[in-house]
Nanobody
Framework: QVQLVESGGGLVQPGGSLRLSCAASGSIFSMYAMGWYRQAPGKERDLIARITSGGTTDYADSVKDRFTISRDNAKNTVYLQMNSLKPEDTAVYYC???????????????WGQGTQVTVSS
């Protein structure tokens, strides 16, 4: 079973920065796209950044030019560098990974446990 462990959340002032990490562990044959979602109180969980195994990235408009997603394929780890943080970025952030256990083309999906990011003065 694959587990995703997130770290790096916390409290930061507006305009500040945080870096989230998400490491996947377990028996993984191939890791495909990885992404970051966030969920604010009373709202749905939304995709904010995604990166393919080849490094192609995509961002939600709300975080474009402020957040950067990257990955280390050797470590099965995805990162989210968040700059110029705003109070509206406050949410629980979840990482997501798509992978296969074997060389069979079957796609599996796993989620991290979530990490709280609070932007407040």
């Amino acid at each position: 079973q694959v587990q995703l462990v997130e770290s790096g959340g916390g409290l930061v002032q507006p305009g500040g920065s945080l870096r989230l990490s998400c490491a996947a562990s377990g028996s993984i044959f191939s890791m495909y796209a990885m992404g970051w979602y966030r969920q604010a109180p009373g709202k749905e969980r939304d995709l904010i950044a995604r990166i393919t195994s080849g490094g192609t990235t995509d961002y939600a408009d709300s975080v474009k030019d402020r957040f950067t997603i990257s990955r280390d394929n050797a470590k099965n780890t995805v990162y989210l560098q968040m700059n110029s943080l705003k109070p509206e970025d406050t949410a629980v952030y979840y990482c997501n990974a798509n992978f296969s256990y074997y060389n069979d083309g079957i796609l599996n999906r796993s989620w991290g446990q979530g990490t709280q990011v609070t932007v407040s003065s």
